[in-house]
């Protein structure tokens, strides 16, 4: 735990002055490559396309670990590169960006903080969520306080002291994991993050009955957050919110049809704050070319159905990503138990019946065949042949 350019007494003095050890931390040989696993298992708990501010950031391990889509900013006592926004909480001082971001990430630094409340007061005013780690005396070898300076820590609480120091901060816990034997890891949300509401918009064709827009539906809805307030938009006939949408969520995961590229379209992406766009191109001959790429350019986010929808559309100002066809996460992997016939799926699903009724159903049959592409998703996983024609 003790880097090769200080000492124990300079660190311990440090903890004395009340002080930052500024001569340590601008020294990389203290940055220790240890710190890396700890590092990964915290990327593990951050979400895609996450704006992520790393507090302490020394070596920037995290930064390989997130997600796809993720933007980070590094941020720590020294300037570790060109991007490196320089704080020293111990002087209170917090980048400005602290407030917006999506995850505030501290590892292993809230040992070498002297004043935890203010800390967490002010993290308490952020819009997104905080994750910190400590090593707790309670678990570890650095039980006493001595033995804790000399690392340079400068506080010794128990579990139970620090939620209540999150709590008394207004940070309420979500999640807390053992990292390994000396650390936990702790997922806050700040009250902006629990209580604002966001305006959503989902633009889409679910009000025709069609199977696949209706299980887009569902699965949209297991992935929305719970300060979403969300406002649902029809193609025909056309529907615009009221308000300005914070999001607006265009298609559920089916294809994009060529009659919705019109002006209506634009007006309303214009009007909302971020644009998300699930859909992919099956019925591409239906669409003007310089629609198309106008539509992709106003996303911000594109997620896409097939591999071929990105070589065709795909532009270097919107984040394109291929997603798959994910309504397939609607059906559960079952195992069929008829097999005295071919269950046959064709238009009479489009009818108003409940999804659960066509889904067992069709999962109850060792063979099916489809003329629609959803119902065959379901069969895919379930029976053990399937048969497709459009």
């Known amino acids: 735990m003790t880097g090769a350019g200080d000492n124990i007494e300079s660190r311990v003095k440090a903890v004395l002055a009340g002080e930052t050890d500024h001569q340590r931390w601008a020294n990389p040989e203290n940055l220790e490559a240890s710190w890396e696993p700890r590092s990964r298992f915290a990327a593990q708990l951050i979400g895609r396309s996450s704006t992520v501010l790393d507090l302490g950031c020394g070596r920037m391990l995290i930064e390989k670990y997130l997600r796809p889509g993720c933007t980070y900013l590094p941020a720590d006592v020294a300037r570790r590169d060109a991007r490196t926004l320089h704080c020293d909480i111990n002087r209170g001082e917090l980048p400005p960006q602290v407030e917006d971001v999506d995850v505030v990430l501290m590892l292993g630094v809230i040992e070498y903080i002297f004043d935890l409340p203010a800390l967490f007061s002010r993290l308490a005013r952020g819009r997104g969520r905080v994750m910190v780690t400590y090593c707790d005396p309670e678990t570890s070898r650095f039980a006493s306080f001595d033995q804790r300076a000399a690392l340079g820590w400068v506080n010794a609480l128990s579990r139970t002291e620090l939620k209540s120091l999150f709590a008394a901060a207004g940070l309420r816990l979500l999640a807390e994991d053992q990292v390994d034997s000396l650390q936990w890891i702790y997922t806050l949300s700040t009250p902006a993050y629990a209580v604002t509401p966001r305006r959503v918009a989902v633009l889409s064709y679910a009000n025709a009955g069609n199977f696949g827009d209706r299980l887009g539906m569902h699965v949209l809805s297991s992935i929305m957050p719970a300060n979403a307030s969300v406002e649902f938009l029809n193609f025909r006939p056309w529907q615009a919110p009221e308000e300005d949408p914070d999001i607006l969520v265009l298609g559920i995961g089916n294809s994009m049809f060529g009659p919705l590229l019109d002006d209506n379209?634009?007006?309303?992406?214009?009007?909302?704050?971020?644009?998300?766009?699930?859909?992919?191109?099956?019925?591409?001959?239906?669409?003007?070319?310089?629609?198309?790429?106008?539509?992709?350019?106003?996303?911000?986010?594109?997620?896409?159905?097939?591999?071929?929808?990105?070589?065709?559309?795909?532009?270097?100002?919107?984040?394109?990503?291929?997603?798959?066809?994910?309504?397939?996460?609607?059906?559960?992997?079952?195992?069929?138990?008829?097999?005295?016939?071919?269950?046959?799926?064709?238009?009479?699903?489009?009818?108003?019946?409940?999804?659960?009724?066509?889904?067992?159903?069709?999962?109850?049959?060792?063979?099916?065949?489809?003329?629609?592409?959803?119902?065959?998703?379901?069969?895919l996983t379930s029976a053990e042949q399937v048969a497709y024609v459009e």
């Open 265 to 379: 379209l634009f007006k309303l992406i214009e009007r909302s704050d971020k644009t998300i766009g699930i859909f992919g191109t099956q019925y591409r001959q239906e669409y003007p070319a310089a629609r198309m790429q106008q539509l992709i350019s106003a996303l911000d986010v594109w997620f896409a159905r097939h591999e071929v929808d990105l070589d065709l559309y795909a532009v270097p100002e919107t984040r394109c990503e291929h997603l798959g066809d994910w309504l397939i996460s609607a059906f559960m992997m079952t195992n069929p138990v008829k097999d005295e016939a071919v269950l046959k799926v064709g238009d009479e699903v489009k009818k108003n019946l409940p999804l659960d009724r066509i889904i067992t159903q069709i999962q109850q049959y060792r063979r099916v065949f489809s003329t629609r592409m959803h119902p065959l998703l379901c069969a």
